[in-house]
T-cell receptor, first 114, second 113 residues
Framework: EAQVTQNPRYLITVTGKKLTVTCSQNMNHEYMSWYRQDPGLGLRQIYYSMNVEVTDKGDVPEGYKVSRKEKRNFPLILESPSPNQTSLYFC?????????????FGQGTRLTVV | DQQVKQNSPSLSVQEGRISILNCDYTNSMFDYFLWYKKYPAEGPTFLISISSIKDKNEDGRFTVFLNKSAKHLSLHIVPSQPGDSAVYFCAARGGGSQGNLIFGKGTKLSVKP
């Protein structure tokens, strides 16, 4: 089954404790991206990657890191999480984006930083 | 500055009636528009799309209309069903290499039986 898989689905952590949210897709997509969803703010892009070893900042990259060492994986790293990073995170993938190409989303990771 | 605007945070309609969700955009370079549907505890899923060379696209109960001169699009759901209750996101992208999707804030649709 074609899918984007995120882990964990839920995470509660403390301020400053490094964490990684994993994302994996099995559709051989070149493009992957991370979004956060916050009440009243919709989906905002954090980072994206056009292909292996190619990453770029989205609209809200501060406090996040990513890497793209393999085509299928795109982990999101929070080196020193803070409470304002409490949010619902989504990973997405697609073929090279353009035109009406749709993005496929994972199930989401609800992160709480206390 | 918000480039894709969904000015109605919520909408409530009766089962069987029409639901109309609106979306406005400010960037005249946007040529492609996609609607996504999101249920609680799930990721967004693609619903329907339209390119700027068309003014209407229909898929079953779902129709998207595009008014390029007004920079406005709308999603019509007819007839609405309780299972349509979800958050709907409008998204846009430009042509050429401008591939990233820009999302609106979403509209929460509630369809009452």
């Amino acid at each position: 089954e074609a899918q984007v898989t995120q882990n964990p689905r839920y995470l509660i952590t403390v301020t400053g404790k490094k964490l990684t949210v994993t994302c994996s897709q099995n559709m051989n997509h070149e493009y992957m991206s991370w979004y956060r969803q916050d009440p009243g703010l919709g989906l905002r892009q954090i980072y994206y990657s056009m292909n292996v070893e190619v990453t770029d900042k989205g609209d809200v990259p501060e406090g996040y890191k990513v890497s793209r060492k393999e085509k299928r994986n795109f982990p999101l790293i929070l080196e020193s999480p803070s409470p304002n990073q409490t949010s619902l995170y989504f990973c997405a993938s697609s073929p090279i984006p353009g035109g009406l190409t749709e993005a496929f989303f994972g199930q989401g990771t609800r992160l709480t930083v206390v | 500055d918000q480039q894709v605007k969904q000015n109605s945070p919520s909408l409530s309609v009766q089962e069987g009636r029409i639901s109309i969700l609106n979306c406005d955009y400010t960037n005249s370079m946007f040529d492609y528009f996609l609607w996504y549907k999101k249920y609680p505890a799930e990721g967004p899923t693609f619903l329907i799309s339209i390119s700027s060379i068309k003014d209407k696209n229909e898929d079953g109960r779902f129709t998207v209309f595009l008014n390029k001169s007004a920079k406005h699009l709308s999603l019509h759901i007819v007839p609405s069903q309780p299972g349509d209750s979800a958050v709907y996101f409008c998204a846009a992208r430009g042509g050429g290499s401008q591939g990233n999707l820009i999302f609106g804030k979403g509209t929460k649709l509630s369809v009452k039986p």
